[in-house]
């Protein structure tokens, strides 16, 4: 694994590792954050949340899903609504 070096005029260096496979903060496809071991294990086969994952990723889509398909917006947010009656969203004041 490589080394990011970054000097600082301030006087001190960072490094850490160059991580190849970051986790985004969020699902790509949905937008809702990624905070579960699931969603993590989710992210790294199919790009996107354990939800997501489950309702679109897998099944009868995997190849398409692959392929580089994903649903259209509208079909996204319709999921969102149900998942908004389900679960309550983080919300910064």
Known sequence: MSKIIKKFDEGFTLIKD???N???LTCPVCEYFIRT???V???SQHK???EC???WAEGSNRIKWKEGWRPDSSIIEEEKKIRRKLVTPIRFT
């Open 48 to 50: 996107c949340c354990f």
């Open 18 to 20: 160059e991580i190849e």
């Open 53 to 55: 994952a489950v309702k």
């Open 41 to 43: 294990f989710y992210y």
């Open 37 to 39: 071991d699931q969603d």
């Open 22 to 24: 970051d986790i985004p």
